[in-house]
């Protein structure tokens, strides 16, 4: 049960996190400072938080991205801008893109609510073994209440992705291995969010989970494959209900409530490519027992 409350507020978090990964806005202010190439847009703007580090740094806090992904683009971004630049230019464009997906909110009490719920609950995540979520936790919240709300909400992403990391270590999966694995489970192809792999390491990652029996000769997920697929998520849910245990079950309600109205207009805007949309919103039915 604890899984399904840190799921369904994931479910309504990450996809409004996601307006301030590569909506025109956000790309025109990198494009603006210089960073347009060697996905800088991305590895830049995401580690901006961790100072300026190298390229080592970034690979171990992202995980699913080896060193030679990053290398072309950190440390170089750097000498083109410096992350404090960085951080500010994003928190820009967050703020012209959530003003036109959420213009009729802006300013509104039920953002100003849901940005005191937020910082409440944040007070409930650890920092221990999650550097990424440290270093943007040590940022300056931003004083207009839709960027601060954003912020937060990319806290919680960033504190469920470290805690993610940590579960796909201890499953002994190789950042190489995980792509294949999560994207057997939604039953896509190779294209798309796998398309950084070369040819070379994207089979051997896929030969390495047959031998292990979690994928089949076709390279879908095996019953092997989907129970380890499935335990991965659980683990991961379960490090990331703190803020809401926290929070408790009627503030945390409130806040689900919030945000899934405030993600339904910003998919109403239809505006953002790839934007990832969760199905069948839904509230547990029960809280789980601390």
Request: aromatic share 8%; charged share 20%.
């Amino acid at each position: 049960m604890q899984a399904k409350i840190a799921r369904a507020m994931f479910q309504v978090y990450e996809p409004i996190v996601l307006t301030g990964y590569g909506a025109p806005e956000v790309q025109a202010i990198c494009d603006q400072l210089g960073l347009s190439e060697h996905r800088m847009s991305y590895y830049a703007v995401r580690s901006a938080a961790l100072g300026p580090v190298a390229a080592e740094v970034v690979s171990a806090t992202f995980y699913h991205h080896p060193v030679e992904m990053v290398s072309p683009a950190i440390p170089l971004a750097w000498s083109i801008a410096s992350p404090e630049s960085i951080i500010a230019a994003r928190f820009d464009g967050v703020d012209q893109v959530l003003r036109r997906l959420l213009f009729d909110q802006i300013g509104s009490p039920q953002i100003t609510e849901a940005v005191e719920l937020v910082r409440e609950a944040m007070t409930g995540c650890s920092l221990a073994g999650r550097p990424l979520f440290a270093a943007h936790a040590a940022l300056e919240w931003p004083s207009a209440p839709h960027v601060a709300l954003w912020h937060g909400l990319n806290l919680f992403r960033e504190h469920r992705g470290d805690g993610h990391t940590s579960v796909v270590m201890a499953a002994h999966l190789t950042p190489q291995q995980t792509a294949p694995l999560l994207i057997a489970a939604t039953g896509e192809n190779r294209d798309g969010r796998s398309w950084r792999w070369t040819d070379d390491a994207w089979n051997k990652a896929v030969a390495d989970l047959q031998e292990r029996g979690w994928l089949d000769d076709a390279g879908g997920l095996t019953d092997e494959g989907h129970s380890a697929r499935t335990r991965i998520e659980e683990e991961t849910d379960g490090l990331a209900l703190g803020p809401w245990l926290h929070l408790g079950e009627e503030r945390t309600h409130r806040l689900w409530t919030l945000l899934r109205d405030l993600l339904q207009m910003i998919l109403d805007q239809n505006g953002l490519r790839r934007l990832r949309t969760p199905v069948g919103l839904n509230w547990p039915a029960q809280w789980p027992a601390c």
